[in-house]
């Protein structure tokens, strides 16, 4: 079945590059998103990318994705307060199924 | 604000009880989506529907069932509550054949 890894926690310093990472085991996958979940709060579409691509980039977010070593990372650049938040990787799959699978989600802390 | 709606936001119940939650899914999307979220079993993809019939089952317990009436909001009801059942319920809703599933604020259930 399918599975999405993401590390747990993640602190960056206010103004610097975030760099958070999502491997997934399904080949098949078609459509690979980033989800953002500040607390108390539901789920935000952040931005998604096609399996064929190996880049998107939308203003502040870049995402990168390697599909040889099933590989997803989202940057986002400057990072901000308003950034922490937990970050959730997901795929969907090619079998007609429209469900996602989502990650374990990264915690995104900024230090002043 | 994603458009999908969710009642209600809280709910407290106790163990052995059923209750009804709500979604309205945005406006013209015809799937609807149903999603946990634990602690201990992160977000899960528990039922989708489609335009009044059910498409896709995951991890939905026998306990737990769901529908879509015609105007296409969904009601996913949960009966013989255990303490473990408390968790964020989502509901996402998309477009057909969309690529992307916008998620709604949650309702939180706690189980006492």
């Known amino acids: 079945g399918e599975d999405v890894e993401q590390s747990l926690f993640l602190s960056v310093r206010e103004g610097d590059s975030s760099v958070i990472n999502c491997t997934y085991t399904?080949?098949?996958?078609?459509?690979l998103y980033w989800y953002k979940q500040e607390p108390g709060a539901g789920l935000q579409l952040l931005t998604y990318?096609?399996?064929?691509?190996d880049m998107k980039q939308d203003q502040r977010l870049t995402v990168l994705l390697n599909k040889k070593d099933k590989h997803l990372s989202l940057r986002i650049a400057d990072t901000q307060t308003g950034d922490s938040a937990i970050y959730f990787c997901?795929?969907?799959?090619?079998?007609?199924?429209?469900?996602?699978?989502f990650g374990t989600g990264t915690r995104l802390t900024i230090i002043p | 604000d994603s458009g999908v709606t969710q009642t209600p936001k809280h709910l407290i119940t106790a163990t052995g009880q059923r209750v009804t939650l709500r979604c309205s899914p945005r406006?013209?999307?015809?799937?609807v989506y149903w999603y946990q979220q634990s602690l201990d079993q992160g977000l899960q993809f528990l039922i989708q529907?489609?335009?009044?019939?059910?498409?896709a089952k995951g991890n939905i317990l026998e306990r737990f069932s769901a529908q879509q009436f015609p105007d296409l909001h969904s009601e996913l009801n949960l009966s013989s509550l255990e303490l473990g059942d408390s968790a964020l319920y989502f509901c996402?809703?998309?477009?057909?054949?969309?690529?992307?599933?916008?998620f709604g604020p949650g309702t939180r259930l706690t189980v006492l």
């Open positions: 996402a809703s998309s477009e057909e054949q969309s690529d992307t599933q916008y």
């Open positions: 399904d080949s098949s996958s078609t459509y």
């Open positions: 990318i096609f399996s064929n691509m």
């Open positions: 997901a795929e969907r799959d090619n079998f007609g199924n429209e469900k996602l699978t």
């Open positions: 406006s013209g999307d015809l799937s």
């Open positions: 529907y489609y335009n009044g019939e059910e498409r």
